[in-house]
């Protein structure tokens, strides 16, 4: 077995990822705001970490003690600094709260174990104690995803897997590496490296999520295009239950009845807690290139986009567009946030990884698609500044937040023949919602019958953010049902998408969740309140 090198650092507790890299935005940004949208400075100061407000630990000291038995007296953590760090998640709502100062949803306790056997003892004794386990990864959840309902529990842990760190093994003739859950993306990366190999998930989370969140949330990398989504990848998975342990995946194709590696994949959690993941992996390519196209028109470009995905030859392993707002605000470059006005029409980003050879020849079958569907080549350098900035969004949203704007994001996905019907659809209950916000989106992920759609929103701040935000998501959930979308194509469903998730599977759908979380956890402990409708 190998570890990382280098250990995974904190998270900022009341925003996202290194706190030396949160920044003040720049004045005439600020300005730009204010003239546009009417953002002004919070009234209130954000709360400092010792003004956090946390309620009492409700555990009693026998389960502590239980707990402590199994993984070690250091791995189960009741202090403060352990309980905020594994408060909720870091959506927008998220972090208006711990800006606020309010960890009323803090666990009881961190528990942190160190092997499966662990993981499955631990599992044990919380459901004969009935104490709520919120399994907990990266803490990147932007759905709601680790709030548990409290209501009926002893209490609640946060079941922390960062010691879950492994990679157990690499089989180069299959191409196929086990890891464990807790390992963070750039750790596995590092890993994987030393032996010439590599995952190719990067989503925007790449810098703080682990394995185990992409296969519990089915997460989709900026790369998806070329090397596929993270559930694409699982070729198998050990989990843990109350009930047991299951080993699913002993072939990369079966016939033997449904995949029931497919009901741990999106579970968030809810059902089991993965405790090893065996995944596809692919050489680590030679040549990375990422170049600028633009089109007159968000509907060119996403034509353009299609046919890429529809023809035979291999698309780009990067292919993304934004539409004209984005594109005019700079997002899509995010080191040029604010230079509106620069470019007009529509940036697309293509991007091209593996054999010098290989590189080469897609690039020029991509290309001529392009010209011929009206592209204009920008040549490298959009391409290198959306790369060198292509995890600092998160940051941005944080100065936004410090600066007096709400600014959240959404997604969604379906077919090609209705893109532009649920694209209209989310901005008119965004526009609707919020007054006149700033709404942007691009399309980052793609397949021969469909994309994504992932959108923006800026608005300044009213005197509650926190209703302001519930307001317009629930807006954007009626948008997106009604006009035939998913709920959610990569971000998981939480408990922000619950009800918005029972009307896309229906009646029968809900059923037949709710008997497997009571076949496989009876006494409900697991994430309560996630996921089933």
Known sequence: ????????????????????????????????????????????????????????????????????????????????????????????????????????????????????????????????????????????????????????????????????????????????????????????????????????????????????GFAAARSSGQASAGYGRFDDMVAGMTVATPRGTLELGRAPRSAAGPDLRQVFLGSEGAFGVITSLRLRVRRAPEVRTYEGWRFATFAEGAAAMRRLAQQEAPPPTVLRLSDETETMVGLAK??????????????????????????????????????EAGGVHLGPEPGDKWAQGRFSVPYLRDSLLAAGATVETLETACFWSNLPRLYDAVRLALLGALGSPLVMCHISHVYATGASLYFTVVTAQTGDPLGQWAAAKRAANEAIVQAGGTISHHHGVGRDHREAYAAEIGDLGGDILRGIKERLDPAGILNPGVLIP
């Open 1 to 212: 077995m190998e570890t990382p090198l280098t250990a995974a650092e904190p998270m900022l507790w009341s925003g996202w990822g290194d706190p030396a890299k949160a920044a003040e935005l720049p004045a005439p940004v600020r300005d730009l705001l204010a003239e546009l949208l009417g953002v002004r400075a919070p009234a209130t100061p954000a709360a400092t970490f010792g003004e956090v407000r946390l309620p009492p630990v409700t555990l009693p000291p026998p389960v502590l003690a239980a707990l402590a038995a199994i993984a070690g007296d250091g791995n189960v953590r009741a202090d403060d600094d352990a309980r905020i760090r594994h408060t909720r998640g870091k959506s927008t709502p998220d972090l208006l709260l711990m800006r606020a100062g309010d960890a009323s949803d803090a666990p009881d306790a961190v528990v942190l174990p160190g092997s499966h056997d662990e993981v499955a003892a631990v599992l044990r004794v919380c459901a004969e104690q009935r104490v709520a386990v919120v399994p907990f990864g990266g803490g990147t959840s932007v759905v709601g995803g680790l709030v548990a309902a409290r209501r009926g529990f002893t209490g609640v842990v946060a079941l922390d897997l960062a010691r879950l760190n492994r990679l157990v093994s690499v089989d180069p003739v299959s191409m196929i590496a086990e890891l464990e859950p807790g390992l963070r993306a750039p750790q596995a990366e590092q890993l994987l490296a030393a032996h010439g190999l590599t995952l190719g998930h990067f989503p925007q989370s790449y810098e703080y999520a682990t394995l185990g």
């Open 334 to 371: 995010p080191a040029d946030l604010g230079a509106a006005g620069r470019d007009s029409g529509c940036l697309l980003v293509a991007g091209f990884e593996g054999s010098p050879g290989d590189v080469a020849h897609r690039r020029d079958s991509a290309s001529a698609v392009l010209v």
